[in-house]
């Protein structure tokens, strides 16, 4: 017998959604602890995220996927578009 768990599924969003605005703040606290090597201090990803808003990962500049498992957010891809 073959059971099935949940599935992967992938959706493109733009950053100011909710579940984009959530996963982009776990992303630049994580690499605020990376770089520093130590907790994020109170507002600290909040500057981050005000100097690198993710603005330009929606079209035409870029694109923002989110991946859920089944109904859980799993994580998230961004793209910038260079110079052509």
Do not use: F, I, N
Not at 50 to 76: I, K, R, W, Y
């Amino acid at each position: 017998m073959t059971t099935t768990g949940p599935t992967w599924t992938t959706s493109v969003s733009r950053p100011d959604q909710p579940d984009a605005v959530l996963l982009l703040r776990e992303y630049m606290t994580e690499m605020v602890v990376r770089h520093h090597r130590r907790p994020a201090l109170p507002g600290e990803v909040d500057k981050s995220l005000a100097e690198m808003p993710g603005d330009d990962l929606a079209h035409p500049s870029g694109l923002l996927v989110l991946a859920h498992h089944g109904a859980d957010l799993a994580g998230c891809a961004g793209m910038r578009a260079g110079p052509s």
